[in-house]
């Protein structure tokens, strides 16, 4: 006599953070993608943006043919590899900048109810277009300033440059989750974004040694905006000796990368945790 035994059910593989991550994300630009005229005003946005940004490099070139004994190819590395970091930094995780309003329309709330992680939620709640516009003037810059540079470009340089705009988005993130911190603690507004983002664009894009040493000095150990740009840019161009402090900190910047990231998610809990008993 045979027994018939029924295959026990295969439990439902849980979906994984990245691909929930990807899923929402394609959501929401299918749904900007619908309205062409907002997606094209956006990515235009991010492009006017960019374009600004060098071309602001080019006139103080213009006026002063060498800073520090730069070049124009050198100084735009320094920016290019700041506008790449950016322009990653905005296409994945630029949404913290909307923390405010968030906040403001109850919608932050919301996140908090379900069972996806906030920050998560954050950063996949609309598809940031105009990080496209960034991204495509980063691209420009760069090859423009490749063309200008008499470096060579050995694997080793090549994988050198790579880091450095990966880890120029990384110490964006830091720095930004600091802020979305205190903007959940004092219920801050997005001037705080727009002070980083400014800062960052005003002083982010030039050899460091040509600020004072007060800036030298905020810009290295304060708000590192230098190790997104400056310091790898020095060691690529063979400006090394022009690096103030200290020589070594020209590889210091995968390290600051890490520190900055993982002291800002500390204070993206302790925000989180004060919001929650007092929100």
Not at 22 to 32: C, D, E, P
Request: hydrophobic content about 55%; aromatic content about 12%.
């Amino acid at each position: 006599m045979s027994t018939k035994t029924s295959a026990a059910p295969t439990p439902a593989v849980p979906v994984g953070r990245l691909r929930l991550a990807t899923v929402i994300l394609r959501a929401g630009l299918r749904s900007q993608l619908a309205n062409r005229a907002d997606f094209a005003m956006a990515v235009a946005n991010g492009v006017t943006y960019q374009i600004t940004v060098v071309l602001f490099a080019t006139v103080i070139f213009s006026r002063f043919p060498a800073l520090d004994g730069w070049e124009l190819g050198e100084i735009l590395l320094v920016s290019s590899i700041r506008m790449v970091g950016h322009g990653l930094y905005m296409l994945f995780f630029g949404n913290l900048g909307l923390i405010p309003h968030l906040l403001r329309e109850g919608r932050f709330d919301a996140f908090r109810t379900r069972p996806a992680p906030t920050l998560l939620q954050v950063f996949t709640y609309e598809a940031p277009v105009n990080a496209l516009g960034d991204l495509v003037v980063a691209a420009v810059s760069l090859s423009v300033c490749l063309s200008l540079l008499d470096i060579e470009w050995s694997v080793g340089a090549v994988l050198f440059l790579i880091l450095a705009m990966v880890c120029a988005t990384v110490i964006e993130l830091g720095l930004n989750l600091h802020i979305a911190a205190l903007v959940l603690r004092f219920r801050g507004s997005e001037s705080l974004f727009f002070w980083l983002d400014n800062t960052a664009g005003t002083f982010g894009n030039y050899p460091l040694s040509v600020f004072p040493t007060i800036l030298q000095t905020v810009f290295t150990f304060g708000v590192p905006i230098a190790f997104a740009g400056y310091y790898p840019a020095a060691w690529l161009t063979g400006h090394t000796d022009t690096v103030p402090f200290s020589q070594a900190l020209v590889y210091a910047f995968p390290l600051v990368a890490l520190a900055v990231t993982a002291l800002g998610l500390a204070a993206w809990r302790r925000g989180l945790a004060w919001y929650s008993r007092n929100g």
